[in-house]
């Protein structure tokens, strides 16, 4: 009988866990952001140079699926570790690496999917990165994409770029695009 009375509190017990655990309630909190060291905002702006390499025999862009014909550059994907660097040429001051990929997306225009994290490997931001996501239209002077995220000094970073092509070379592909970040972090 004492079994009988332990086997029903028990599975008593487990039904009523199941059904409190099924409602959801207690997966997440408000928490205060002084638990994270999370003080006044800042804005921050740098400007870089990103420098595609695809030519050579150290290409820093490398495609990875080709495009689907040879009118456009709609579907081909590129992965980079290009260098972000100081001033327009490639052998200037090194601040860190754009590490991603962009796809070309646009069937009718020239534009691509980017997904690029500019790691910081020097100064006050060594170890620190962003993370850019968004369309970039190439052929338009001046492109906008959003800054989604960050890690180190940029934990929490919400903010955008301005990309300005600074040079370019049609026979290889290769480009020097200038990056105006305006990044808001704790």
Not at 109 to 114: E, G, Q
Not at 132 to 139: D, E, K, S, T, Y
Not at 156 to 174: H, I, L, N, P
Request: hydrophobic letters at 45%; one cysteine or more.
């Amino acid at each position: 009988m004492a079994k009988l009375i332990l086997i029903i509190v028990t599975q008593i017990l487990l039904i009523a866990a199941i059904v409190s655990a099924g409602k959801g309630e207690n997966f997440a909190k408000t928490i205060d952001k002084k638990h994270f060291g999370l003080r006044k905002e800042k804005l921050t702006h740098f400007r870089v140079y990103w420098h595609d390499i695809l030519s050579g025999s150290n290409p820093s862009s490398v495609v990875i699926n080709p495009p689907i014909s040879n009118s456009s550059f709609f579907g081909s994907v590129t992965v980079i570790d290009n260098r972000l660097t100081t001033e327009v040429a490639v052998n200037s001051t090194l601040v860190g690496q754009a590490q991603g990929i962009y796809a070309a997306t646009g069937q009718r225009d020239a534009s691509a999917l980017m997904v690029m994290n500019f790691a910081f490997k020097t100064g006050k931001y060594n170890g620190s990165s962003i993370a850019i996501l968004g369309r970039n239209a190439v052929l338009t002077k001046v492109r906008e994409m959003p800054v989604i995220g960050g890690s180190g000094l940029f934990r929490f970073a919400r903010g955008y770029v301005e990309a300005r092509t600074m040079w370019f070379d049609q026979k290889s592909g290769d480009a020097t695009v200038e990056y105006s970040c305006y990044v808001l972090h704790y």
